[in-house]
């Protein structure tokens, strides 16, 4: 029905004025005092520059014999883009973590997988009976070689990390190898069903401050230890499960980060890391210490 001349903008502006009306609470509500997601503390003294390089960490990784868990769905994409990783704290970039930033009496114990798999289930089956969740830092090789032992590690509840896909002296690397290494890891991993991001830990501790900046701009952040048990050294190294839980304990300390690892020493085939596990968690307990992943560098 056309309206009279004149009615009809009269009507236009009164319901243009009733739907500003209704949009107004809207935004006000939008802008509101909502709850807020809580901002990341920034550590301080939880964290070392790429001054010093921790000890070495393991030997060789063995060449990969697959890439996936037959069964699982494809990851989706993985992205280059260091925003993608919601909830990685600006104040690490630039930092290589040592420690977790707490004076809460807790110990990350982490593993790192780059040779072979001799150790991983003794380790997971400790790791069960004592209600223990732990950090595993694997190689691409390694997961491409050992498809059943990410999913044993997933599935025991614990925390996967990048340590690169060959275990390279990642210095020696040009930033374009860097971002191969890392990319390709995180595509392998993803593959096999977990997701690495955002924690990258630099094969034989070899890290510079060019390196770490290349992995942050990867959506990384760069975690070392503060104790390396050193049980990968084996009896040639003079090592012994012992020796073991004694050098864990030594270092022992309010955010304390300890780098066990899952293979065997390739000489005398030890696994004294493994084997000394069970006397770790007792004595660490014992001392009024309980665990906790590395997702607590996150805040999550």
Known sequence: MRLPPGRGARAGIAAGIL???????????????????????????SVSTAQTSPSATTTAPPAPTGSSTP???????ATTSATST???????????????PTTRHVVALTFDAGGDAAGLQSILRTLAAENVRATFFLTGRWVAANPGGV?????????????????P????????QITAEVLGAQSTIRSAGADPRPLFRFPFGDRDART???VNALGYVAVSWTVDTLGWEGTAGGMSARRVADRALAGLRPGEIVL?????????????DADALPAVIHRM????????????????
């Open 212 to 214: 770490i900046a290349a």
């Open 285 to 300: 307990r014992a001392a009024g210490y309980g665990f906790v992943t590395l997702d607590a560098l996150l805040g999550s």
């Open 169 to 176: 002296h990642v210095t020696a690397l040009s930033t374009a």
């Open 151 to 167: 999913s044993a590690v997933i599935a025991g509840g614990h925390r996967i990390g990048n340590h690169s896909v060959s275990h």
């Open 260 to 272: 066990m690892h899952v293979g065997a020493n390739p000489d005398d085939g030890t696994t004294f």
């Open 19 to 45: 739907v500003a009306l209704a949009v107004v609470p809207a935004v006000v509500l939008l802008r509101g005092d909502g709850p807020n997601e809580p901002a990341a503390s920034s550590p301080s003294a």
């Open 71 to 77: 069964g699982t769905a494809p990851p989706p994409p």
């Open 86 to 100: 919601p909830g990685t704290p600006g104040s690490l970039r630039g930092r290589d973590v040592t420690v977790l």
